[in-house]
């Protein structure tokens, strides 16, 4: 039986319940979500629930369509690769590479990037604007180009990644916080709380950041995905995860030589990073048509 | 106006010696002599050595170093090349104009089928229409681009071989360059096969311009879509149907051009990764540009090239992002009333 309402006024949820039943109107955002929450699984239980290890060769099943084709076989669910190399496996594995991988890439950089960008945010005058410059200047390379830059010097190889993809992300997290804080500091409110005698780090964590956070965590969406389609890229241009390697990106490279009589073997790790990069994009864009109304 | 164009000169300038700088530091990291890494000669004669330490200032301290190397670049000393021996500079200027010709190709196709198509969907009261091409934005988005070009790769060209798939043109036809684009180089060709040289190069054009025009494609269509939206609720626009007008007439002679300028913004922030795609979509198709060049470098260590990939690279990003934003700025009003306020 429901509580009786003994009242009549309006009740007001709370702003995260609020967020929250924004977010959940959306059918396709929270498709997401669950997508999101699959994998999250899948980057823990991963490789306990693959059949095979993923570089387990087995020469007698070289090329296998996956099991729903005529010459498929049930045992090898999407199929094998050239060197018989069970797919499925492969890519249940590959979860933890390239989505696990992004994601601690990206709470890297976002500590990283947070500490930098409410420093410099809180900061005015020269110092602020010389971090601006200096910001806009790593901005300008693409996260990609300055991924190369760095594996370049580091050579490739999968630790190299996480460096390259992190240092490529951090500015983003830089000036997204920064401006944030910068454009929050200039409101009247803050100017009150100041008058109330609140110090710097007072009006930093009680009076701006609660107007922040939305921003960091729509950035942090948008890098999630960045972050993945880097990884994935670098594999593919063979800078990035080597040739064994069940990241995803790898795989659609060590596909390539059997592109022609096997299209499976590009085809699946490819709509795994599409699977991955579609739902993490479905929920950034479900959060920021939540978060909209309240943030103006 | 003038004081905010010298202000984007100098962030220019700023940013551009910022830039240097990260390449110069990077530079001094490669696991190489130094030497070797900025002039790209393996093997120095006891000349070439003391010309290398001289042209860049080796023997003194960073600071100068820097100094030397910012000049050298600037006045188009990239060193020469590890694998070919020819100067960097030579090979950049014969791959530039690929990549510009593929980039202008594509951003084309973005817009000419983004614009119309954000308007539809603005437009439109079916929530089918609207939902349909918000997927396709939102799948576009996703879709990684190296994955999407092998497959169109591999549908259009290897399957129904509609489309070439590699290289700019086909090697049969020898086309001297004048503008390096070969659309144009074609036209201007004198020789008899011009023009079925042209429509080659057209069609080798198609698959990589629409791989890369995916991105760029939905981003107008939903930067479109919004404006349209804010802009056909104003005053103006109610006026100018109370005035009469038929709708084809106000949406695009009242709405549209105000609806653009968001479009245009959008395509300054669109550049970085419009430019790492590029990259991928060159591998990709064999198509001779700027990011072929540079991953291959990267393959072959070639440490001259990777430095003169980045920079001409990144410097065209940022030259390219501040003209969009001065380009931003002179055509919309409501920032020049927010410039004079000040």
New interface residues.
Partial sequence: MPIKKLYQEEQIDSPLGQLWHSFASNPFAVAGLWAIIFLLILVVLGPLLAPFQPEMQNPDAILLPPSWDQAGHVSHFLGTDDLGRDLFSRILHGVRLTFGMSLIVVISALVVGFVIGSLSGMMRGLKSSILG??L??????????LA??????T?PGLTNVFWAVGIALTPQFVRAIHQAVHEELQKEYVTAAKIDGASQIQIFWYVIMPNVWDVVIIQTTIAI??AI??I??LG????GAQAPSSEW?SM?FQG?NS??IA?WT??I??LA??FT??S???VG?GLRSALAPIRN | MWRYFVRRIN?FF???I??IS??FF?TG???VEKGYALSGIQFPTVEQQAQTVEDYNLEDNQLNQFIAYVTQRLSGNLGISVNSQQSVADELSAVLPASFELSLFAGCIAVFFGVPLGVIASLSASKTIQRSILAIT??G????????G??LA?WFG?HLEWLPISGQINLLYEIEPVTGFMLIDTLLSERPYAISAFKDALLHIILPAVTLAVLPFTVVIRITRQAMMTVMTQTYIRAAEARGLNTFRILIRHALPNALIPVLKAFGLML??F??YG??VE?IFSWPGVGLW??NG??QRD?TV?QAG?LS??LL??FL?IMIDLVHTTINPINRKELYAN
């Avoid at chain 2, 988005?141 to 999407?148: A, N, T």
């Fill in positions: 410059h200096l806009d200047a790593l901005l300008s390379i693409p996260s990609l180009l190369i830059l760095v594996v370049a010097v050579g995905s960045v389609l880097d994935a890229a593919f241009l063979n800078l990106g659609i390539l592109l022609l299209p590009i085809t790790p490819g990073i599409l990069v579609l993490i994009n479905l864009d | 962030l700023v940013t551009s910022v830039m990260v390449i990077a990291m490669f696991p939102l799948t988005y996703s879709i990684p681009v190296f994955w999407l092998l497959t591999l290897v970085g990764s430019a790492s990259i991928l591998v540079l991953i990267i393959y440490y990777i980045i690279v990144s990003i940022i992002s």
